[in-house]
Every structure is written in structure tokens, then in C-alpha cells.
């Protein structure tokens, strides 16, 4: 029970540093001064996982059918004879 109320807490104030950016400019520059190998360390292995994520969703996009930035795909109706579209 104790290790979910301090993981709570974590949770708590890492979502209240993230909701002002400069609470966590002045959180991360503390770190990185008091902390800089394991600031280094983990700003790599997130950078890291980011391309990694992007690159195979990219890659998967690409290979499921292409990119399209915008797609309008509207079925071909057949011109009526009283200058509408018939179903």
C-alpha cells in the first residue's frame, strides 16, 4: 500500500511540474547540475526511443499503403442524363 501512495505522489508532482513549462526548465536544470551523468544518461535513452517510435511508425505507415497528408476519397457516381449525380 505505501509503494502506491509514493508512486501516486510521483505521478502527482510530475504532472504538476509538466503543466508549467518553466517549473520544468528550473526542475531539469537542477538536475542537470546536481546530476549530470544520469540527466545525460536518460535525456539519451529518451531522445532514443522517440526516433526509434517514429521511425517504425513511419515505416510501417509507409509500407501499409503510402503516405497521404490529406485523402478525399468519394466513390464514382455515374453522371445522370438530368445533370445530377445518380446513386
Known amino acids: 500500500?505505501?509503494?502506491?501512495?509514493?508512486?501516486?505522489?510521483?505521478?502527482a508532482v510530475a504532472g504538476w511540474l509538466c503543466l508549467a513549462p518553466a517549473r520544468l526548465a528550473v526542475v531539469g536544470a537542477a538536475l542537470l547540475i546536481t546530476h549530470p551523468l544520469?540527466?545525460?544518461v536518460l535525456t539519451a535513452v529518451a531522445v532514443l526511443g522517440v526516433t526509434v517510435a517514429g521511425v517504425r511508425l513511419t515505416r510501417r505507415s509507409?509500407?501499409?499503403?503510402?503516405?497521404y497528408l490529406v485523402t478525399v476519397q468519394r466513390p464514382a457516381y455515374?453522371?445522370?442524363?438530368a445533370g445530377g449525380v445518380a446513386s
Not at 509507409?62 to 503516405?67: A, K, N, Q, T
Not at 455515374?78 to 442524363?81: E, G, L, P
Open 62 to 67: 509507409l509500407r501499409e499503403g503510402g503516405w
Open 38 to 40: 544520469p540527466t545525460f
Open 78 to 81: 455515374a453522371k445522370s442524363r
Open 1 to 11: 500500500m505505501t509503494a502506491v501512495i509514493v508512486a501516486l505522489a510521483v505521478l
